[in-house]
Structure formats: structure tokens, C-alpha cells
């Protein structure tokens, strides 16, 4: 797999995403929670930008009339028939063992990747379609892989 870095965490305000292209694919990024996850910006059902539509929760319930609300912005609905898939697991709500959306491992990386193997960043003509910064020491880096 390739990391790519899709920008500084400082970038990314609670509740907040990021559509990147990287490794020829579109991929929406959320900070959800204190946690990063990154999902294909493509709905399994229909090929929708699955990364536009609204985030939501689940509710739940221990008792006739008792609903709880939980996991609050940790499912992503298609813009386009509402299907819902789990941030963290790309499962379906509907039908969890048969459908999902592809997930990609994130991490926090004190260094930019492709900085530090290339000796500084990537050249705007090659290959890269994201946007990379310069290492500094007091900052971190979202890295995706691919």
C-alpha cells in the first residue's frame, strides 16, 4: 500500500471532511469524534458521491418507548436513495453482511511521506493529485493508504 498526506490535522474542524483524489481514487476524509476515517467517495448501490451526503447516527432502543440516539456522525447517507454505511466499518446499516463501501486505513505521521523519500515534495506535474506541505516539527500529518 501507498501513504499519501491529505493535509494537517489542524485543517480538520470537529465534524468536518475532505474530498481528496489519491491513488486514482476519490476519497472523502471525516473527523468524526476525535477519530479520522476515510471512506470511496462511490455508493455501491447506484456509483453515487457517496462523501456529499448528510452523516447521522443510530438509534437505539433498551426498552419499548425508551430510544436512545448514538454514534452521532458516524454514518455517512448516499446524496442520492439514502443507503447508510458505518464510517468505521464501511458496512450497510440495511444489510451490513452482504454490502458496504471500501474503508482506508488513516494514521497521524509527525513527517510527510513523500517529502522526506523524495528530499522535499512532490513535483506538481508528476503523478500526485494531492496537496502535500513541508515537515515542521510542531505539526501532523493525516496520511491515508491506498
Known amino acids: ?21 489519491v491513488g486514482g481514487r476519490s476519497i472523502g476524509i471525516f473527523f468524526i469524534n476525535g477519530e479520522f476515517f476515510a471512506v470511496q467517495n462511490r455508493c455501491p448501490h447506484a456509483g453515487a458521491p457517496l462523501c456529499q ?14 430510544y ?29 453482511r452482504r454490502l458496504r463501501v471500501k474503508t482506508f486505513e488513516t494514521s497521524i505521521t509527525a513527517e510527510c511521506p513523500e ?8 513535483d506538481p506535474a ?6 502535500t506541505f513541508a515537515v515542521t516539527i510542531d505539526e501532523t500529518f493525516v496520511a491515508v493508504e491506498v
Open 126 to 131: 508528476s503523478s500526485f493529485t494531492v496537496e
Open 1 to 21: 500500500m501507498t501513504r499519501y498526506v491529505v493535509g494537517r490535522v489542524s485543517e480538520f474542524a470537529p465534524g468536518s471532511r475532505k474530498i481528496v483524489n
Open 68 to 96: 436512545d440516539y448514538a454514534r452521532a456522525d458516524e454514518f455517512i447517507r448516499c446524496p442520492w436513495h439514502s443507503w447508510e454505511f458505518d464510517l468505521k466499518t464501511g458496512r450497510s446499516w440495511f444489510d451490513p
Open 115 to 122: 517529502a522526506a523519500a523524495a528530499g522535499g515534495p512532490p
Open 53 to 66: 451526503g448528510s452523516l447521522g447516527g443510530i438509534v437505539k432502543s433498551s426498552a419499548p418507548g425508551e
